[in-house]
């Protein structure tokens, strides 16, 4: 549900150009590359140029979120959200009347209400999670059902198939309360169509894309190809180049790893504080990882027990998988007991992730006995 929640914030966005579009990419380039402050102020600016710009008010709301999540504490990046929403719902509602039967409003006006959702979940208000995910949802899907040419409406819905079909009973009964199969094949075909056709949506699609190849579906060549182009359009994107690193890691692109790991650690004090705590560990464990893959297994138990200790994340991706490398580090080094200890710690999370069957795997049999 979460995914999902999450990915209603861009996952209506049409490629229709229309006046202002120009000024809202500014703004758009300006909170993807972390420079929040000024893409508020652009986005503002927009929104009063171009009202009717169905973009602008659901990106300058996602503005506002993605400044307060650098820089406040949590509760309060809820109650940003919420105030943007509030302000922003009844002109997409508004839009909508005066635009009857036009997907752009009706996408939008469904994103917004989904988001909602998002708030609801923060504050672990359940029944309000659910009615508003279902609300914004259903909106978005007709408009997607209806207009099937609009790559960027059928991201959320390759994202709830791809999500429902690796979960439990509970989420795939979920997904079929929207009207949805759980189907993995094809909601990644709806996401990989998004990331390469997606006006706006390509952005979250090849995120979203990168996260499940590298991750998800081991398959860390797709994930260099999606990643690959985030960091491009987006260098100063911590997490993208966290994705772009890994994969050229599993990939075994050595002449260009020890630079990227330099360009990151002199970048990483240059984040806010918060985002030095999300992803100093995220760096820790890749270097961690990087250190493995050439035999240094000191460096590499170093860097992962670190990882684990100093996480700041709420994204539990990278702190399972620093668990099962330090266990994989303490199984070479005869160091059992620990090594269980660690497949233990990495279970507990219970993630989607190739780290989890790993770690049951190395639980019955040491890492090194696997190798």
């Known amino acids: 549900m979460r995914h999902l929640?999450?990915?209603?914030?861009?996952?209506?966005?049409?490629?229709a150009a229309v006046p202002g579009d120009s000024l809202v990419w500014v703004g758009v380039r300006q909170f993807y590359n972390y420079s929040t402050a000024e893409a508020i102020q652009t986005l503002t600016e927009a929104r009063a140029l171009?009202?009717?710009?169905?973009?602008?008010?659901?990106?300058?709301?996602?503005?506002?979120?993605?400044?307060?999540?650098?820089?406040?504490?949590?509760?309060?990046?809820?109650?940003?959200?919420?105030?943007?929403?509030?302000?922003?719902?009844?002109?997409y509602q508004e839009l909508v009347e005066r635009h009857p039967g036009h997907p752009v409003y009706q996408l939008y006006y469904g994103s917004a209400i989904g988001l909602q959702a998002r708030v609801d979940l923060g504050k672990k208000e359940w029944f309000s999670t659910l009615v508003h995910?279902?609300?914004?949802?259903?909106?978005?899907?007709?408009?997607?059902?209806d207009h099937p040419e609009l790559m960027d409406a059928q991201l959320p819905i390759g994202i709830v198939e791809t999500y429902a079909s690796m979960s439990s009973f509970l989420?795939?009964?979920?997904?079929?309360?929207?009207?949805?199969?759980a189907d993995q094949e094809e909601g990644m075909t709806k996401i990989v169509r998004a990331a390469d056709s997606g006006e706006f949506s390509w952005i979250e699609a090849s995120s979203v894309a990168s996260f499940l190849y590298l991750w998800v579906f081991n398959q860390p060549e797709e994930a260099y190809r999606f990643s690959r182009r985030l960091v491009a359009?987006?260098?100063r994107n911590f997490y993208f180049q966290i994705?772009?690193?890994?994969?050229?890691?599993?990939?075994?692109?050595?002449?260009?790893?020890?630079?990227?790991?330099?360009?990151?650690?002199?970048?990483?004090?240059?984040?806010?504080?918060?985002?030095?705590?999300?992803?100093?560990?995220?760096?820790?464990?890749?270097?961690?990882?990087?250190?493995?893959?050439?035999?240094?297994i000191t460096t590499a138990h170093e860097r992962a027990a670190w990882a684990v200790s100093?996480?700041?994340?709420?994204?539990?991706?990278?702190?399972?998988?620093?668990?099962?490398?330090?266990?994989?580090?303490?199984?070479?080094?005869?160091?059992?007991?620990?090594?269980?200890?660690?497949?233990?710690?990495?279970?507990?999370?219970?993630?989607?992730?190739?780290?989890?069957?790993?770690?049951?795997?190395?639980?019955?049999?040491?890492?090194?006995?696997?190798?």
């Open 5 to 15: 929640i999450s990915l209603l914030l861009l996952g209506g966005i049409l490629s």
């Open 50 to 91: 171009y009202p009717d710009n169905p973009t602008v008010h659901l990106t300058w709301a996602a503005a506002l979120w993605l400044h307060s999540q650098a820089h406040d504490p949590v509760d309060q990046t809820y109650e940003v959200l919420e105030n943007a929403l509030r302000d922003i719902v009844p002109v």
């Open 133 to 145: 995910a279902y609300r914004g949802f259903r909106i978005i899907q007709e408009v997607a059902e």
């Open 171 to 181: 989420v795939k009964w979920s997904a079929s309360l929207f009207g949805l199969e």
């Open 233 to 235: 359009s987006f260098p």
């Open 243 to 296: 994705m772009y690193l890994e994969s050229m890691i599993r990939l075994g692109k050595e002449s260009d790893i020890p630079g990227k790991l330099e360009e990151l650690q002199q970048y990483l004090p240059q984040l806010t504080p918060i985002q030095q705590a999300w992803y100093g560990g995220y760096l820790a464990y890749e270097q961690g990882l990087w250190a493995f893959s050439r035999g240094d």
């Open 310 to 371: 100093h996480y700041g994340a709420e994204l539990d991706v990278i702190l399972g998988n620093a668990w099962l490398l330090k266990g994989m580090c303490e199984d070479l080094e005869g160091q059992r007991s620990r090594a269980r200890t660690s497949y233990q710690r990495c279970l507990e999370l219970d993630n989607l992730t190739t780290a989890m069957d790993q770690a049951r795997t190395y639980l019955k049999q040491p890492f090194g006995e696997q190798r």
